[in-house]
């Protein structure tokens, strides 16, 4: 059973640059979610994506930050224009659909992908 | 709004003693769901509980416990015997929202447990 995977593991870039992360979510589940963590605290919710479409995003999610899931399987999530204050832990997590309404499935997370904007 | 609350940031313990986290949600919804999160010093997130709003149970798995109580809304968990591999940060997450679920996870800050052995 593969769990969700996370590319790269660590990115290390200048201020200013453009990053990519991609994330490839457990094969039957077709919600995925991007969750964001700083040091000392606990992941913060970004975005979630059901199926290829994208339901729900933060304010904290900046115009900077942009994220797809064409076709429903692996996203990408893009950070535009890096700041010192965008490093952080970018995690990401997968959970199949609720099989009634309002029903929480469980969120499987990845190992993250860590960012360091210097 | 919703809330997750862990006032303790470190514990240190010897091995075999026994360990509760605390954990303590502020939310107005009726039906919600409550989890418990491992990351250890790896960084991935490992899942070890979900509670719904209307099961009050308490849970056993092995060493692992939780406590669920609605009348003071909190969910902790206790390690029996605790161990050096259990060394960990452990997140409280909550979800919640119309109809129970918003897809989205509140943490709170997380307790950082040291198991010495």
């Known amino acids: 059973d593969t769990g969700v995977s996370q590319d790269p593991r660590h990115k290390i870039t200048k201020r200013g640059q453009n990053v990519t992360f991609r994330c490839d979510p457990i094969?039957?589940?077709?919600?995925l979610y991007w969750y964001r963590q700083t040091l000392g605290q606990g992941p913060e919710f970004l975005t979630y994506?059901?199926?290829?479409?994208?339901?729900?995003k933060s304010r904290l999610l900046s115009d900077r930050f942009s994220a797809e899931r064409p076709k429903g399987s692996f996203s990408t999530l893009e950070i535009q224009r890096t700041e010192q204050g965008d490093s952080a832990m970018y995690l990401c997590?997968?959970?199949?659909?609720?099989?009634?309404?309002?029903?929480?499935?469980?969120?499987?997370f990845g190992p993250g992908t860590r960012l360091l904007v210097l | 709004a919703q809330k997750v609350t862990q006032a303790q940031t470190e514990i240190s313990v010897v091995e075999k003693e026994d360990v509760t986290l605390d954990c303590v949600y502020e939310?107005?919804?009726?039906?919600?769901?409550l989890f418990w999160y491992k990351q250890p010093p790896s960084g991935e997130l490992v899942f070890l509980i979900r509670?719904?709003?209307?099961?009050?149970q308490n849970e056993i798995s092995g060493r692992y416990s939780w406590n669920f109580q609605k009348s003071t809304s909190s969910f902790n968990f206790t390690i029996t015997a605790s161990q050096v591999v259990d060394s960990a940060v452990y997140f409280c997450a909550l979800s919640g929202g119309p109809g129970g679920a918003t897809n989205k996870l509140i943490f709170g800050t997380g307790t950082l447990l040291a198991v010495q052995p």
């Open positions: 509670r719904n709003s209307f099961d009050e």
């Open positions: 997590a997968s959970s199949p659909t609720g099989t009634s309404g309002g029903y929480q499935e469980t969120q499987y």
């Open positions: 094969s039957e589940h077709n919600r």
């Open positions: 994506f059901q199926n290829e479409a994208q339901l729900e």
């Open positions: 939310t107005r919804d009726t039906t919600y769901y």
